[in-house]
């Protein structure tokens, strides 16, 4: 069974982008939260994302610099009951 699993970044972000990475490996439903300041774009995280994307995860930002889907810290803390497990970055 799929699970769905939420990976929240917050301080450190090329590590829980990784992290994220391997998760779907385990053919779970990952969706990642960037909360609180801007990602920190290098090659490590560019490549992280690119392959979150071929994966089929969903990149949710609350910093509309990012330049992903936007929602307000609320509105991510509404959506979180609904994973089977997040994870705090």
Same mark, same amino acid.
């Given at each position: 069974?799929?699970?769905k699993?939420a990976?929240?970044?917050?301080? =450190?972000?090329?590590?829980?982008?990784?992290?994220?990475?391997?998760?779907?490996? &385990?053919?779970n =439903?990952?969706?990642?939260?960037?909360?609180?300041?801007?990602l920190? =774009?290098? &090659?490590d995280?560019?490549?992280?994302?690119?392959?979150?994307?071929?994966?089929? &995860?969903r990149?949710?930002?609350?910093?509309?610099?990012?330049?992903?889907?936007?929602?307000?810290? =609320?509105?991510?803390?509404?959506?979180?009951?609904?994973?089977?497990?997040?994870?705090?970055y």
């Open positions: 069974m799929r699970k699993v990976v929240v970044v917050r301080d =450190r972000q090329q590590e829980a982008l990784r992290m994220a990475v391997g998760l779907t490996l &385990a053919d =439903r990952v969706t990642v939260f960037i909360t609180g300041r801007k920190g =774009r290098n &090659a995280v560019d490549l992280a994302l690119e392959t979150l994307e071929a994966m089929g &995860a990149v949710i930002s609350g910093n509309p610099d990012d330049g992903f889907e936007q929602m307000s810290a =609320r509105e991510i803390a509404l959506l979180l009951p609904d994973f089977d497990t997040v994870i705090p």
